[in-house]
T-cell receptor
Framework: DAGVIQSPRHEVTEMGQEVTLRCKPI?????LFWYRQTMMRGLELLIY????????DSGMPEDRFSAKMPNASFSTLKIQPSEPRDSAVYFC??????????????FGEGSWLTVV | AQSVAQPEDQVNVAEGNPLTVKCTYS??????LFWYVQYPNRGLQFLLK??????LVKGSYGFEAEFNKSQTSFHLKKPSALVSDSALYFC????????????????FGKGTHLIIQP
């Protein structure tokens, strides 16, 4: 079975450029999560969707970050303009049902972003 | 609020020896607890979870974890370590009673580097 698919796997961009990260969740999953991983802060939940609707974006660091989920099989995380401190690994993850009901979140392989 | 702590940044174990990676949690209700493993340059892979029932949970690759409510712990264990077990291990918690920010996600610990020496 295909897992969560993310692209690009690696991106190097210049400060000020727009970055778009893409995610395809596991088919049939109704929750989609975007996490960010850094050495300093570990894994942070940025935003999550339920049935394509954003539920909680309280973890999004600034207005430069935005996320969309136009349909059940696709989501994007956009950074505009990008800054060096945005350099991190961005993970997309999905689950079938509420984690609060004991369901498991499955992660993609991540997008390694470097902003120079 | 929900939180989880992994008190050790790194654990070193000789191949063939038993291993333990520690995790403690803080929740207001009964927790749901998870362990994930991350190999270099890879995503997080689900290992096992505790929801309810038997306190000893068995998972992938021979790993198991023991839920201890009185000590608020969920330590990951394996009877005999392999060099291929070397990776970064994350404990995560979800408090079903928690309704604050990020409620439907998991809260992760900082991770523990497990190094298995040949």
């Amino acid at each position: 079975d295909a897992g969560v698919i993310q692209s690009p796997r690696h991106e190097v961009t210049e400060m000020g450029q727009e970055v778009t990260l893409r995610c395809k969740p596991i088919s049939g999953h109704d929750y989609l999560f975007w996490y960010r991983q850094t050495m300093m802060r570990g894994l942070e939940l940025l935003i999550y969707f339920n049935n394509n609707v954003p539920i909680d974006d309280s973890g999004m660091p600034e207005d430069r970050f935005s996320a969309k989920m136009p349909n059940a099989s696709f989501s994007t995380l956009k950074i505009q303009p990008s800054e060096p401190r945005d350099s991190a690994v961005y993970f997309c993850a999905s689950s079938f049902g509420l984690v609060g009901s004991g369901n498991t979140i499955y992660f993609g392989e991540g997008s390694w972003l470097t902003v120079v | 609020a929900q939180s989880v702590a992994q008190p050790e940044d790194q654990v070193n174990v000789a191949e063939g020896n038993p291993l333990t990676v520690k995790c403690t949690y803080s929740v207001s209700g009964n927790p749901y607890l998870f362990w994930y493993v991350q190999y270099p340059n890879r995503g997080l892979q689900f290992l096992l979870k505790y929801i309810t029932g038997d306190n000893l949970v068995k998972g992938s690759y021979g790993f198991e974890a023991e839920f201890n409510k009185s000590q608020t712990s969920f330590h990951l264990k394996k009877p005999s370590a392999l060099v291929s077990d070397s990776a970064l291990y994350f404990c995560a918690v979800r408090d079903p009673m928690y309704s604050g920010g990020g409620a439907d996600g998991l809260t992760f610990g900082k991770g523990t580097h497990l190094i298995i020496q040949p």
